[in-house]
């Protein structure tokens, strides 16, 4: 691996911190997708109990342990259940406005990461080609081989590990995108099911 790097310039280590950075997010929002997924379904079997019996104070008390976006949202629409309901309806929205960044949370610089490797393993090949122009130059025909051979290295490598970090990421981003789009979707459901039993317009 150190090799690589090496032989692939300056560039490879940018590329290299990128995949890093690209690796943690996607196992982190993995774990968190599949957590508060888990979570929510527990929320939700909770809930149908706890709003059949009237039980106000058991629900809040369940969506405080879940912590889960919706369960946020659940628990703004439980402290606002006495408000009118335009009123109601107007902060839960603002409630659910307020938490969907927590869904988003690391995807700005995971779809940044996808765009950059890219542009940082093209700009590798541009400047290995560069060196490999000027060793070409400067030693006749064909100049110091193993000169020209380490910059066509470092211009091939940098193009393929930037290939590397960026398709993966660009892939997961999407992924992660559409979960998010599904969560939403959810957590909507949700809190309307939630909203029609504390109103008593489904038992």
């Known amino acids: 691996m150190l090799g690589l790097i090496k032989s692939g310039g300056p560039l490879m280590v940018a590329i290299f911190i990128c995949a890093v950075i690209a690796t943690f997010i996607i196992i982190e929002r993995f774990y968190y997708f599949v957590s508060i997924k888990k979570r929510d379904a527990e929320l939700s079997r909770f809930l149908e109990d706890d709003l059949q019996k009237k039980d106000f104070q058991k629900a809040e008390t369940d969506c405080i342990a879940a912590g889960t ?47 950059i490797s890219t542009l940082l393993g093209l700009l590798g090949t541009v400047t290995g080609n560069i060196k490999a122009f000027g060793v070409l130059s400067a030693g006749g025909s064909m100049g110091d081989p193993a000169a020209l051979a380490g910059a066509i290295a470092e211009a091939l490598l940098t193009t393929a590990a930037g290939l590397c970090v960026s398709i993966p990421a660009f892939i997961f981003h999407n992924y992660f995108v559409s979960r998010v789009n599904r969560r939403i979707a959810e957590m909507e459901s949700m809190v309307t099911s939630a909203l029609l039993r504390m109103t008593g317009r489904i038992l």
């Open 69 to 115: 976006p919706t369960a946020k949202v659940i628990k703004k629409a439980l402290d606002c259940r006495r408000w009118e309901e335009n009123d109601m309806k107007e902060a839960v929205a603002a409630e659910m406005d307020s938490v969907v960044p927590q869904l988003e949370h690391y995807l700005t610089p995971l779809g940044t990461i996808a765009n």
